[in-house]
């Protein structure tokens, strides 16, 4: 497609990572009056826990997926691709990962969710499949819920 390559992430990924972070959600900051909380995530702890895996093109990490099973589905945490990537199918590519993983874990679904201020990443979602599932506020935030559920044979449905 790209010359693009998904591989696990190692801590000499951690700073790139972050970098990508602050310049995806950047956008995101006058909308919130404050940073996102997933761009203070602990990337090296989850980088270390086997949760994070990188994209690369042209042997630069390009975007990232921290993601892992739970008991129900395969839980997207937080999916990003550097700015001036974006719109080349990175975060398809991302995304096609999360759902492969959940048919590796025998998961019926992928499951994420999303600031409602994050109206960009709510329409990626929705194109991809994904359906909202319900809207909950919590602290400091308004979150959609959504779900792309998975065939048994675990293709998109």
């Known amino acids: 497609m790209n010359g693009a390559v998904i591989r696990q992430a190692t801590p000499d990924d951690v700073t790139r990572i972050a970098a990508i972070a602050r310049a995806a959600y950047a956008k995101y900051i006058p ?17 270390a826990a086997g949760r994070i895996v990188v994209i690369e093109v042209a042997g630069t990490v390009q975007g990232y997926l921290l993601a892992w099973p739970k008991d129900d589905a395969y839980w997207v945490d937080n999916v990003a691709v550097d700015p001036a990537c974006q719109g080349q199918g990175l975060g398809h590519q991302l995304m096609n990962r999360a759902a492969a993983e959940a048919k590796d874990h025998q998961l019926p679904a992928v499951r994420l969710c999303t600031n409602i201020a994050f109206s960009e990443t709510f329409e990626f979602y929705s194109r991809m499949g994904f359906v909202e599932t319900h809207r909950a506020p919590e602290p400091g935030r ?15 449905s």
């Open 31 to 47: 909308r919130m009056g404050r940073e996102p909380s997933t761009v203070r995530a602990d990337f090296a702890g989850e980088v």
């Open 142 to 156: 308004y979150l959609i819920h959504m779900v792309l559920q998975l065939d048994p044979l675990g293709s998109e």
